[in-house]
């Protein structure tokens, strides 16, 4: 999603008004419930949240200056910054060593990556086709991109084949080296 | 207490430090973490205190894809690397082989402007720095594009010297004091409107 994305894709900057900014909370913990523990420290009372409206119409939402989630559609998407922060809320899938690199390059996941020895994904019933999902990687602690899945997670046991998630957003790429000013 | 996961980043490659090795900068982020945090270096790559910097360490190569496709991973990576040096050096050269131009040049009898050229080269925010300026001199400070397409701050006021000095300053910050900083001042000349190119 960020491939290209660069600051002259930004449209416009305004700062979220503390009622939006309520709003915005529950809906994040509405979408990830496990956050309700943490959603003040994520975002204390005071925050400065700033809406940046991009090309695409892609929305991010910046936290005392940090990109912790967007959206382009109506779902709110975690950025990585905010994912490490807590990483027990997201559905997860694990790749192995060896897709790692491919990961990071901002390709889409193929099924058998996430199906080998190292890779794990969750047990039946899994998650849905379109569900947003960190991906983490064999012997790594931190997450290292976000992506919806392509097929549901039985899909991509049974099939292996194809693509099985798309890649929305991985270290490196231009969301995670954006900073405001 | 906080629930929150206190992360670390890489000063070098700004992956969390479990992912250098993917950086193709394995050798800076190394020596980096073993100067900043020896806990988490001696964690991911081992307490032996190994002087091969690149090398991954037991501990990272542990995996289930199997020694075949570990020992092309690894040798990918050290391709990696040894292409993202190539580059650092790259800009390093280019860097030091451009230059600063500082110019000073009568708007009116009276007035002057100061335009700096050639910053786009050092990572330096432009728009920043123009901010910075305007604020430091309690002048109008823009930034805008001169006749080659190349943009330039341009700061209303009489503040060459001051100027010069603050780029040397920034320079040096970035390791860069090497770089050649050229002063056109258009003042001493007899005739200081026929040296301006600039129409506005
Ligand atoms: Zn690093």
């Given amino acids: 999603m960020f491939k290209k994305f660069s600051k002259e894709d930004i449209h416009s900057r305004s700062n979220v008004k503390s009622s939006i900014q309520?709003?915005?909370?529950?809906?994040?913990?509405?979408?990830?419930?496990?956050?309700?523990?943490?959603?003040?420290?994520?975002?204390?009372?005071?925050?400065?949240?700033?809406?940046?409206?991009?090309?695409?119409?892609?929305?991010l939402y910046s936290v005392d200056g940090e990109v912790l989630f967007f959206q382009k559609?109506?779902?709110?998407?975690?950025?990585?910054?905010?994912?490490?922060?807590?990483?027990?809320?997201?559905?997860?899938?694990?790749?192995?060593?060896?897709?790692?690199?491919?990961?990071?390059?901002?390709?889409?996941?193929?099924?058998?990556g996430l199906t080998s020895a190292g890779a794990k994904l969750p047990d039946s019933p899994g998650l849905e086709k379109d569900t947003i999902v960190v991906i983490n990687a064999e012997n790594k602690e931190n997450a290292l991109a976000i992506g919806k899945l392509l097929m549901s997670t039985e899909d991509i046991k049974k099939i292996n084949k194809g693509h099985g998630v798309e890649m929305i957003h991985h270290l490196g790429d231009p969301l995670w080296t954006f900073s405001i000013e | 207490m906080s629930g929150l996961k206190e992360v670390i980043y890489c000063e070098v490659c700004s992956y969390p430090p479990d992912?250098?090795?993917?950086?193709?900068?394995?050798?800076?982020?190394?020596?980096?973490?073993?100067?900043?945090?020896?806990?988490?270096?001696?964690?991911?790559?081992?307490?032996?205190?190994?002087?091969?910097?690149?090398?991954l360490g037991k501990k990272l190569v542990e995996s289930s894809i199997g020694e075949e496709r570990e020992n092309k991973l690894e040798a990918d990576l050290l391709k990696l690397q040894k292409r993202e040096e190539n580059?650092?050096?790259?800009?390093?050269?280019?860097?030091?082989?451009?230059?600063?131009?500082?110019?000073?040049?009568?708007?009116?009898?009276?007035?002057?402007?100061?335009?700096?050229?050639?910053?786009?080269?050092?990572e330096i925010d432009m728009k920043k720095l123009a901010k910075t300026f305007a604020s430091k001199f309690a002048t109008g400070c823009s930034v805008s594009k001169n006749a080659e397409k190349k943009e330039e701050i341009v700061i209303q006021g009489d503040v060459i010297e001051s100027v010069e000095s603050y780029i040397?300053?920034?320079?040096?910050?970035?390791?860069?004091?090497?770089?050649?900083?050229?002063?056109?001042?258009?003042?001493?000349?007899?005739?200081?409107?026929?040296?301006?190119?600039?129409?506005?």
């Avoid at chain 1, 909370?25 to 809406?51: G, R």
């Avoid at chain 2, 992912?19 to 307490?47: I, M, Q, V």
């Fill in chain 1, 22 to 59: 309520r709003t915005l909370k529950s809906k994040l913990v509405s979408q990830y419930p496990a956050l309700e523990l943490v959603i003040d420290e994520l975002i204390p009372k005071k925050s400065h949240i700033e809406l940046i409206k991009c090309e695409d119409k892609i929305q």
């Fill in chain 2, 87 to 122: 580059k650092e050096q790259r800009e390093l050269a280019k860097k030091l082989s451009s230059k600063v131009i500082i110019k000073r040049e009568a708007r009116t009898k009276r007035k002057f402007i100061v335009a700096i050229q050639g910053l786009e080269v050092f």
């Fill in chain 1, 73 to 112: 559609f109506d779902e709110l998407i975690p950025s990585l910054r905010l994912v490490h922060k807590f990483p027990e809320a997201y559905p997860t899938v694990q790749v192995d060593r060896g897709a790692i690199k491919f990961v990071l390059s901002g390709a889409n996941i193929m099924c058998p």
């Fill in chain 2, 19 to 55: 992912y250098c090795e993917f950086s193709g900068k394995l050798k800076r982020c190394k020596k980096w973490l073993n100067e900043t945090h020896p806990d988490l270096y001696a964690k991911l790559y081992g307490d032996s205190g190994d002087d091969e910097v690149t090398n």
């Fill in chain 2, 168 to 200: 040397q300053q920034l320079l040096a910050e970035k390791g860069l004091q090497d770089v050649k900083v050229e002063v056109i001042d258009t003042k001493k000349k007899k005739k200081p409107t026929t040296n301006s190119t600039e129409s506005k």
